[in-house]
């Protein structure tokens, strides 16, 4: 029987057109045809009686052939898998990176700079405020976030932006009204905080860091499309925010602006408008298509990779020079020195991932990992600044 089955398929269409068989859609029909062969050697005198010497080597064809059939069903159910397994990965990495929890780093560090910096000057430090502060502040970054999504959807910008939140959640309107709330628990809370230290240019600084975010994002000013969100980026969590928290903590109604704070502050935005710089290397194309020149658009990833190594040599340059010029205490400087190896496996990775598409994206990491550790650093210096001084602090310059 399953000689005449042979026969008929070697007589109405050989060998040659074997191939032609083997679509994905023909598969199994040809499974049934060619499972029954395995046994054909066994048949010794039902081939002599059918087929001659090209029959035979038909038959052998056959069942070579029939050996890849079975082969490569296994390899793409393997395949089938490991796409499972991939996609898999892959959604929850989008939704790891739609929170962009590391980000909020940038949050972080301002209120900790700030606040040991007041301690430094004062001897005081409010725990109570220092999380209000923290959460309020996580607040306003959701907001600044999730805006950032709603305003780059609307201009195409994340069109192959697989974990921008509105892409995922499927609702902009919705996206964009939550924003906004996050937002306004998050003015409430700073404001509480103000009115308990009675800080009133606190206020003010905090609502120009809450401008610069507008006018980064939102129509009809969109700076960031006109390549200006990093001077942005910069004045917001440095010298407007870390300086608010600086008023915040420091317990008393008046207080002067040291030159610590205004050095520390240029700091932290120089590092937090760095990690804005590197979230742009993968999403140069689509910005490009958009309008929104940024500064990599401009430069494009190999300059943008020499951008990122002058900036950070220029970073602990910086360092060294306000620490020689007493600005900075000593054991601040030292300890964020130590971070070193952090930065520069920064510029490591952006020159050797600059033009992976894929592997590039951790580029923001690495920026984000400097400035947390450089921030911190920073901040345990002042602290211990405080604790082990023996030298009167730096002459105080009035706001």
């Not at 994905?24 to 010497?53: E, G, T």
């Amino acid at each position: 029987m399953a000689a005449a089955a042979f026969c008929t398929i070697s007589h109405g269409y050989g060998v040659k057109k074997l191939d032609k068989l083997l679509s994905r859609h023909n598969i199994n029909r040809i499974y049934q045809v060619l499972l029954p062969l395995q046994n054909a050697s066994r048949w010794p005198l039902c081939m002599d009686a059918y087929f001659n010497k090209s029959n035979i080597r038909q038959l052998c064809s056959l069942r070579r052939h029939r050996r890849i059939l079975l082969k490569c069903r296994a390899e793409d159910n393997d395949s089938f898998i490991e796409e499972e397994k991939k996609e898999s990965v892959s959604k929850a990495t989008l939704i790891w990176r739609a929170i962009k929890l590391p980000m909020y780093t940038v949050a972080l560090i301002p209120i900790t700079v700030g606040s040991a910096a007041a301690y430094l000057q004062t001897g005081q430090y409010f725990g109570k405020r220092y999380l209000m502060l923290l959460v309020s502040s996580f607040l306003v970054i959701a907001w600044l976030n999730l805006s950032n999504d709603v305003y780059d959807f609307d201009t195409g910008a994340d069109k192959n932006k697989k974990e921008s939140v509105v892409n995922l959640v499927g609702s902009r309107t919705g996206t964009h009204i939550f924003a906004w709330l996050l937002l306004a628990l998050g003015v409430v809370g700073i404001a509480w905080v103000a009115v308990e230290a009675g800080s009133l240019r606190s206020v003010f600084l905090l609502a120009y860091a809450i401008i610069c975010g507008v006018m980064y994002q939102c129509p009809p000013f969109r700076l960031s499309y006109l390549g200006l969100g990093e001077p942005l980026c910069f004045a917001a969590f440095g010298p407007f925010t870390t300086t608010a928290f600086y008023l915040l903590q420091s317990g008393t109604r008046e207080l002067s602006i040291s030159g610590t704070i205004v050095s520390s502050s240029i700091l932290v935005g120089y590092t937090t408008s760095l990690i804005l710089f590197c979230s742009h290397f993968h999403q140069i194309e689509d910005d490009k298509a958009v309008g929104k020149y940024s500064p990599l658009v401009r430069l494009g990833t190999e300059g943008g990779a020499k951008v990122v190594k002058v900036a950070v040599g220029a970073l602990y340059s910086l360092l060294f020079i306000l620490g020689l010029g007493q600005t900075l205490p000593f054991s601040s400087v030292v300890l964020c020195a130590l971070t070193l190896p952090v930065g520069k496996s920064a510029v490591s990775f952006v020159e050797k991932n600059h033009k992976d598409k894929t592997k590039i994206f951790m580029a923001k990491y690495y920026c984000v990992r400097l400035h947390t550790v450089f921030g911190a650093a920073l901040a345990a210096g002042l602290v211990a600044a405080r604790m082990f001084a023996r030298k009167q602090l730096p002459h105080a310059i009035i706001l």
